[in-house]
């Protein structure tokens, strides 16, 4: 077993190893049920202390993923993953090669979570029927534009879509930025994956919300930056636990998505924005702010984005148009200073030289459209209503032990269970039999999972289907609960 190691880290060596323990197991290299080293084999492996491996063991049997049988020894938590796993034994050749790929649930989430059952609730994104029809933009492209297809693109992205994404970002987002301040990059991910990359390693400290967007917490794992959670409870941001974090040792980023965030649907007010960049000016960090779906508001006056209110380029701002008009595009923008920027474009032209020019031209006319408006007008009401949708059926036929709290944007609804419940034995031993599918909160934390939450994602299927799998997955739960 390979466990990378960093002497250099203040956080203790047996955190480090629970932690690269957690992250095999979440990704499903190591599967449900399989046997760990004994202490003893562990700690011959690693050249550490017989105590070390016992303290990482026992952190990881507090957080529920590994289980001790006396007399037979250390098994991964049967009920982690999905019983279908398809890990396999690699070669004996391959598996001297160590490598250093630490996390990957975002890979497991696709192949797992979101299958393709008929009552999906994982998906957080728009159904095709409510999906931007662009057939005749896009022929329109193809017949007038044949570089679209036929050539490169500059590396940081096509001139027209800058200058239409400027537009966009004033008009919707109220940013103001210019050509020289963004960089197109092939999906969220992507964007994330660059900065995690280019700014942070193993000496670092990033400040992550928890729970959190999966693939941002892949992201800085891969980079070996040091994590510290910053915990969203009750739906609210912690300023204070901030704070204190930075008396101690300011974060070098603090990675957040304030706009209904994704997954608990939490949103930061006006006055928290502004507390928390002169946070952020006081203590010299940088906030990467991910944005995929602040325009999908009910409130009357939705907040700005923090970028909005950034007068001193502390923020790095994401921005996915995936969930607004279809997720096929896989293009999305960063916007920061000039000289992120240029770093950043130097390592995306390692990466890929430059974000496929066809998609960035067909987007570029689909924003211009006069078709946006009513787009996202349309968006709005069928999120609202399927919103009022779900908190009718929950107060009708959920059990009052799980809590909720119904946001004001975005796709999704967070679930807390009772502590006692693990809601990945509910997915995988009863819903999958229903055809249901919803996102364990589990793989949401960059540290100590709590097994007891969900994410229910409320837009991509049609009412019908809907209405029937909500209403199934409440009797699953109290049947749970009972």
């Known amino acids: 077993m390979f466990i990378s190691i960093d002497r250099n880290k203040k956080e203790p060596i047996y955190k480090q190893i629970a932690q690269g323990i957690t992250d095999k197991i979440l990704s499903a290299e190591f599967s449900h049920n399989m046997q760990l080293p004994s202490v003893r084999k562990l700690s011959d492996n690693l050249g550490l202390s017989h105590m070390t491996i016992?303290?990482?063991y026992n952190l990881l049997e507090k957080d529920k993923m590994i289980t001790k049988i006396q007399g037979k020894g250390i098994f991964v938590n049967s009920s982690i993953l999905h019983p279908t796993s398809n890990t396999k034994i690699i070669s004996s050749w391959y598996s001297s090669i160590e490598d250093y790929q630490p996390r990957a649930l975002t890979l497991n989430l696709l192949k797992n979570t979101l299958v393709k059952k008929k009552y999906n609730l994982s998906y957080a994104m728009l159904p095709i029927s409510l999906c931007l029809d662009v057939k005749d933009i896009f022929m329109n492209v193809l017949s007038t534009q044949p570089e679209a297809i036929m050539s490169y693109t500059e590396t940081s992205g096509d001139s027209k879509l800058k200058k239409s994404f400027i537009q966009y970002l004033s008009k919707y987002r109220s940013i103001?930025?210019?050509?020289?301040?963004?960089?197109?990059?092939?999906?969220?991910?992507?964007?994330?994956?660059?900065i995690a990359s280019v700014f942070t390693s193993s000496k670092d400290l990033v400040m992550i919300e928890s729970p959190s967007y999966t693939g941002a917490i892949d992201a800085f794992k891969n980079?070996?930056?040091i994590i510290k959670p910053l915990p969203i409870s009750n739906n609210k941001f912690s300023l204070n636990e901030l704070l204190k974090q930075c008396d101690q040792r300011p974060p070098k980023f603090l990675y957040l998505t304030p706009n209904?965030?994704?997954?608990?649907?939490?949103?930061?007010?006006?006055?928290?924005?502004l507390e928390l960049l002169n946070i952020a000016d006081s203590f010299n960090f940088y906030i990467i702010e991910d944005d995929p779906w602040g325009e999908i508001s009910f409130e009357k006056e939705p907040p700005l984005p923090i970028k909005a209110y950034d007068k001193n380029n502390r923020v790095i701002y994401i921005k996915g148009i995936s969930k607004i008009l279809g997720a096929g595009y896989r293009v999305s923008l960063i916007s920061a200073s000039e000289n992120i920027i240029n770093t950043i474009e130097k390592a995306k032209a390692c990466a890929d030289l430059g974000t496929a020019l066809l998609p960035q031209r067909l987007l570029s006319e689909v924003l211009n459209?006069?078709?946006?408006?009513?787009?996202?007008?349309?968006?709005?009401?069928?999120i609202k209503q399927r919103m009022e949708l779900t908190i009718r059926i929950f107060k009708k036929n959920l059990n009052k032990k799980v809590k909720y709290t119904v946001p004001n944007g975005g796709f999704n609804i967070w679930l807390r269970l009772p502590d006692e419940i693990n809601t990945e034995n509910i997915l995988f031993k009863s819903a999958y039999d229903k055809g249901i599918t919803f996102l364990p909160g589990a793989i949401c934390y960059p540290l100590h999972p709590h097994h007891n939450e969900i994410r229910i994602s409320i837009s991509y299927l049609n009412n019908e289907n809907y209405e029937f799998a909500i209403t199934q997955l409440c009797k699953i739960i109290n049947e749970a609960l009972n």
Do not use: M, W
């Open 54 to 56: 016992v303290k990482a």
């Open 260 to 273: 209904y965030s994704n997954p608990t649907g939490y949103c930061l007010s006006k006055k928290e924005r």
């Open 223 to 225: 980079s070996g930056a």
């Open 176 to 194: 103001s930025t210019n050509s020289n301040q963004i960089i197109i990059v092939s999906g969220t991910q992507q964007g994330l994956s660059l």
């Open 369 to 382: 459209s006069t078709k946006i408006d009513n787009h996202i007008k349309n968006i709005k009401n069928f």
